[in-house]
Antibody, heavy 116, light 110 residues
């Protein structure tokens, strides 16, 4: 079945970077865009951007431009989200979600904690 | 970044009908309709409906979605305890070239 498996929890210091992975299986990896969405503790969902795993094309939300980089590795069917210059407000659960008639399949999320 | 507007909370009784709303503008909800997601505490969101009343397989027929102008609605009939969750709407905004989300509505089934 279609599955998105994300990397484990991370603890980072302010100013550092974090790279979260999302490994896809059960479908043709290059056929669907992949979103990244985050959710701060007790808050709602926030769209970060989208990548096409086939050609690596990306669109980032304006508030993350310059700090986020999304990449894909077709050999391992994995997409990555790299967020730099971390601050405490970046503490959140980071989700990948497949784009197939909107956000049809979600990963379980990766907790990123930014703390000194 | 401008988002969509949802009421923070809605409470309804068991077996009653709840209608959740999501207000945007002509660049997002009014243009391509809305996507609806359900999230139970501690779990990732789950797709309920896309581009108005298109339900993925396995989603209950008790759920229906619609759009009127710039406002999208999700109606849940015959409320059950498992319907108690947070509900989010989302839409592509063609002026921002970005997906936008509502702040979410917490549905309580009494």
């Amino acid at each position: 079945q279609v599955q998105l498996v994300q990397s484990g929890a991370e603890v980072k210091k302010p100013g550092a970077s974090v790279k979260v992975s999302c490994k896809a299986s059960g479908y043709t990896f290059t056929s669907n865009f992949m979103h990244w969405v985050r959710q701060a503790p007790g808050q709602g969902l926030e769209w970060m951007g989208i990548i096409h795993p086939g050609d690596g094309g990306t669109t980032y939300a304006q508030q993350f431009q310059g700090r986020v980089t999304m990449t894909s590795d077709r050999s391992t069917s994995t997409v990555y989200m790299d967020l730099s210059s971390l601050r405490s407000e970046d503490t959140a659960v980071y989700y990948c979600a497949r784009e197939e008639n909107s956000f049809d399949i979600w990963g379980r999320g990766t907790v990123v904690t930014v703390s000194s | 970044q401008a988002g969509l507007t949802q009421p923070p909370s809605v409470s309804k009784g068991l077996r009653q009908t709840a209608t959740l709303t999501c207000t945007g503008n002509s660049n997002n909800v009014g243009n391509e309709g809305a996507t609806w997601l359900q999230q139970h505490q501690g779990h990732p969101p789950k797709l309920l409906s896309y581009r108005d009343n298109n339900r993925p397989s396995g989603i209950s027929e008790r759920l229906s979605a619609s759009t009127s102008g710039n406002t999208a609605s999700l109606t849940i009939t015959g409320l059950q305890p498992e319907d108690e969750a947070d509900y989010y709407c989302s839409a592509w905004d063609n002026s921002l070239s970005a997906w936008v989300f509502g702040g979410g509505t917490k549905l309580t089934v009494l």
